[in-house]
C-alpha cells in the first residue's frame, strides 16, 4: 500500500464527487490517499478511464510510490495537453510537442 495522489483540471462534478468519495480533496482538484492497495488504485483509474471520454478540455494525473520504476513513482496521464513521459539518466520528465512562443514570429534570416 503507498500513497496516491490525483491531481485533475477542468472536470465534471461526477469526477470530483467520484474521486471525493475514495480519497481526500486536499485543494482544489488534487485528491491524496495515503494508503491506497494497487487493487483499489487499479479500480480507480479504471473508473476514470471509463468516464473520461465524456470529459471536456480536461486533464487527469495519477501519481504513486512504486520502486520498480524511474524516480520511485509511477504515473498514469488521461487528458490534454498530451505529454510524454520518459525517463533521462534516471530521471522521469514530461516531453511536450514544442510550440512556438510567438505563432507570428518569423524566423530570423
Request: proline share 9%; net charge positive; glycine share 4%.
Amino acid at each position: 500500500m503507498s500513497m496516491t495522489v490525483v491531481a485533475t483540471r477542468n472536470v465534471s462534478a461526477r469526477v470530483r464527487g467520484f474521486l471525493a468519495s475514495v480519497m481526500l480533496e486536499l485543494a482544489p482538484g488534487i485528491y491524496c490517499a495515503p494508503r491506497i492497495s494497487p487493487a483499489v488504485r487499479q479500480r480507480i483509474w479504471q473508473v476514470l478511464e471509463d468516464w473520461f471520454p465524456n470529459e471536456k478540455d480536461a486533464s487527469i494525473v495519477m501519481l504513486w510510490s512504486e520502486r520498480e520504476m524511474p524516480a520511485g513513482q509511477a504515473v498514469k496521464v488521461l487528458g490534454v495537453p498530451r505529454i510524454e513521459l520518459v525517463e533521462v539518466d534516471g530521471i522521469v520528465l514530461a516531453r511536450r510537442p514544442s510550440t512556438p512562443t510567438n505563432p507570428r514570429q518569423r524566423p530570423s534570416d
